[in-house]
Every structure is written in structure tokens, then in C-alpha cells.
């Protein structure tokens, strides 16, 4: 299938393509950020809500293999909706995630209050990265232009991302998966590690947004934080053409590879 998951009530089949760079058995956490994102965007609300936060925990590396959905509403409000969506493999749950979202209602702002440029190249003035299809099935679905730096090399880049395939099969992506499927590859965008000599997986994923993106590219403006205790932080602020409207944060588990 030309999507990376076919969803059939609850029951979800994964392709290949969601595969990551650490393994070729577990899936790129972009994947089922996504497919999280897509389900609680499916949970029908009171009034028209936009997706504000996605907090995500990849409890279990997830497995290429058939996944099951569960949903729940844990706060319905005038305002506001909390709820809550759980990945199972087998039975085992394998992620956990906490969507919050927030009523749609046009504010008619002060002059001064705008949104923050990007005064890095667009992505078409940007250089291309390419080659990260051989590494990571899930990676060779999306097209990288790097602004700053480069991809998975060290220092704080900032990275263009497209989405080129669908995620959900029948499906349209949204504004608010594009801005998680980008985030996941924070750690890559600002790696403080060389990828060859060391391992920096993360365990979790939370993306704010102060609006939905507009378009389809998504810019990480990133960098990292490594401490000396096995523990990092990545962590970039998402941009459109139009500036920035939102902040991931990623805590990474860090670890030498074996000689």
C-alpha cells in the first residue's frame, strides 16, 4: 500500500515505510505520532477545536506490525477538550499520547501582536538532503531542505520538512500531523552526537502550537542538550513561510553503540 497505514475501525496495518533508522523492525517515531494525531482529531467536539498539544509517549519501541487504536474523552468543555489515545501491539501497549485542544474563535488582535519572521532561506533557496531513504524507510517519505547546517550532523540546524506520501490511507494529512510528523526528527535537525558512534532515541514527543501551520513545508529551527547522565533534550521551534507558531521538545535516551 502507497500509505503507511490502513486503518479499519480500530484495527490499523502498517507498511514497511514506517520503519526507522535505529531498526528496521520498529517504526520511526514520526509514524505513529501521526497516526495518534489522526485519531484525536477524530473524536468528534462540542464546537470547532484546533489541536494546541500533542504530548506523546513512545512507551515500547513500536513494532512494523498491526496496531490497535483507543480512544478517550477525558475532559469535554466549553472550551477545551482533553483526551487521550493508546497504541497497543498484541496487547501490549506500546504508546500513549494526551491531545489538547482548544475552541476556534477569531480574535481580533493589536497591530504589534504578529507573527515572529523567519528570516532563514525558504526551501527552495535551501540545500537539498537527500540519501536519508537508505537509512530510514519512514525518512525517504519526506523531503529535507536544509536552512542551517546539515541533517543528523552536529550543531543546531534548521531543517525543512515535506511530507510526500500519505499517512493514513483515504485519508488527507493535516496541518496539525505535518507539524508532528516534522518534530519527531528534532533529534536529527540539532544532533550534538555523531548518529555513527552514538544512539539518541527519544522517548517522548510534546509539540505546542499557538496556531495551525500553514502549507505544506515545516521548518525545525533546532538544537540539543546532552547531559552526562544518558539523558538529552531536543528541542526546535516550528515555523511556516508565514513565522513561527509552535515548539517541540524531545527527551532522548542516549547511548554508545557497540564497537
Known amino acids: 500500500m502507497s500509505a503507511i497505514y490502513r486503518v479499519d475501525g480500530n484495527s490499523v496495518v502498517t507498511s514497511p515505510s514506517a520503519a526507522g533508522p535505529w531498526d528496521r523492525r520498529m517504526q520511526h517515531g514520526s509514524a505513529p505520532s501521526a497516526l495518534v494525531t489522526w485519531a484525536a482529531e477524530r473524536i468528534p467536539t462540542p464546537v470547532p477545536m484546533n489541536i494546541a498539544r500533542v504530548t506523546i509517549d513512545l512507551m515500547r519501541p513500536v513494532p512494523v506490525a498491526p496496531l490497535t487504536i483507543e480512544t ?11 483526551c487521550e489515545v493508546k497504541l497497543f501491539s498484541d496487547d501490549v501497549q506500546v504508546v500513549g499520547a494526551i491531545v489538547l485542544k482548544i475552541k476556534q474563535q477569531a480574535q481580533p ?31 525517504g517519505m519526506v523531503s529535507m531542505r536544509a536552512a542551517r547546517g546539515r541533517f543528523g550532523q552536529a550543531g543546531a540546524g534548521a531543517i525543512w520538512f515535506r511530507l510526500d506520501h500519505p499517512l493514513v490511507e ?3 494529512v493535516s496541518q496539525a500531523m505535518r507539524a508532528v510528523v516534522a518534530a519527531d526528527f528534532s533529534n536529527g535537525t540539532a544532533s550534538t ?38 539523558a538529552g533534550l531536543a528541542m526546535s521551534r516550528l515555523a511556516d513561510r508565514q513565522g513561527y507558531f ?5 527527551s532522548l535516551v542516549i547511548e554508545k553503540r557497540s564497537e
Open 246 to 250: 509552535g515548539r517541540a521538545i524531545q
Open 170 to 172: 483515504g485519508e488527507a
Open 72 to 82: 478517550e474523552v477525558l475532559r469535554e468543555g466549553r472550551k477545551i477538550q482533553l
Open 193 to 230: 552526537l555523531d548518529f555513527r558512534a552514538w544512539t539518541y532515541i527519544n522517548a517522548d514527543l510534546t509539540v505546542n502550537l499557538a496556531r495551525q501551520p500553514v502549507g505544506d513545508w515545516i521548518l525545525l529551527d533546532g538544537e540539543s542538550w546532552i547531559g552526562p547522565d544518558g
Open 109 to 139: 488582535l493589536p497591530d504589534d501582536v504578529q507573527d515572529l519572521p523567519v528570516t532563514l532561506p525558504s526551501p527552495e533557496d535551501s540545500l537539498v538532503e537527500d540519501g536519508h531513504g537508505a537509512t530510514s524507510p519512514f525518512a
